[in-house]
């Protein structure tokens, strides 16, 4: 029944990410994508607006992949998946192990799951660009390359704002995602418009 299995596949994503949102990434390319949930392409635009609309990224990408696989209810089952792990791990460590927090080995343990994460984080980068930039979905079989171009100047150019401080303050996500959208409407609407290829 593909309720049960939206949500046991969310709920192994929920328990097994450690890092927040962006760290389930691999997970869920691997799962959605290889159970025929969604084509790679449609999950990275699920991605790109579960991270610019309000509420938690593993929310967002949940509901998402639900509401496409199976409508409404479908939606409720991945969302209640990815939401559990989390739930029953918080009620755990409030009240059994928040003595244990404080010893040395456990803060050894958060010390290797940190370098973990931050290569999980690379590798979405990493995909990220292959696929959005240059339209490799399979690294084992690259086929035919397609640059964006467009893709690429539009990051070359955002890239180095994201460094810019106005006040002593770097500038604000949200910003950032709203530049970014503006000028992917203007840019790639001008070039459909006047069928410019780049």
């Given at each position: 029944m593909i309720y049960l299995d939206l949500f046991w596949t969310f709920f192994k994503i929920g328990l097994f990410t450690i890092g927040g949102g962006q760290a389930m990434i691999p997970m869920i390319m691997t799962n959605v994508v290889e159970k025929g949930w969604l084509e790679q392409t449609a999950l990275i635009d699920f991605i790109a607006i579960s991270e610019s609309t309000p509420g938690p990224f593993a929310v967002n990408i949940a509901t998402y992949t639900g509401i496409e696989t199976a409508g409404i209810f479908g939606a409720i089952c991945a969302t209640l998946g990815v939401v559990l792990p989390s739930v029953i791990i918080i009620i755990l460590v409030a009240k059994l192990l928040s003595s244990f927090m404080k010893k040395k080995a456990v803060g050894e343990v958060f010390t290797g799951v940190r370098s973990t994460v931050t290569g999980l984080l690379l590798s979405v980068f990493v995909t990220l660009v292959l696929t959005m930039l240059f339209g490799i979905t399979d690294i084992k079989n690259v086929g035919t390359v397609s640059v964006d171009y467009i893709g690429i100047i539009l990051f070359a150019a955002i890239f180095p704002i994201s460094f810019i401080k106005i006040k002593g303050k770097k500038m604000k996500p949200?910003?950032?995602?709203?530049?970014?959208?503006?000028?992917?409407?203007?840019?790639?609407g001008l070039c459909d418009y006047f069928g410019v290829t780049l």
């Amino acid at each position: 029944m593909i309720y049960l299995d939206l949500f046991w596949t969310f709920f192994k994503i929920g328990l097994f990410t450690i890092g927040g949102g962006q760290a389930m990434i691999p997970m869920i390319m691997t799962n959605v994508v290889e159970k025929g949930w969604l084509e790679q392409t449609a999950l990275i635009d699920f991605i790109a607006i579960s991270e610019s609309t309000p509420g938690p990224f593993a929310v967002n990408i949940a509901t998402y992949t639900g509401i496409e696989t199976a409508g409404i209810f479908g939606a409720i089952c991945a969302t209640l998946g990815v939401v559990l792990p989390s739930v029953i791990i918080i009620i755990l460590v409030a009240k059994l192990l928040s003595s244990f927090m404080k010893k040395k080995a456990v803060g050894e343990v958060f010390t290797g799951v940190r370098s973990t994460v931050t290569g999980l984080l690379l590798s979405v980068f990493v995909t990220l660009v292959l696929t959005m930039l240059f339209g490799i979905t399979d690294i084992k079989n690259v086929g035919t390359v397609s640059v964006d171009y467009i893709g690429i100047i539009l990051f070359a150019a955002i890239f180095p704002i994201s460094f810019i401080k106005i006040k002593g303050k770097k500038m604000k996500p949200i910003l950032l995602v709203i530049l970014s959208a503006a000028l992917g409407v203007l840019c790639y609407g001008l070039c459909d418009y006047f069928g410019v290829t780049l």
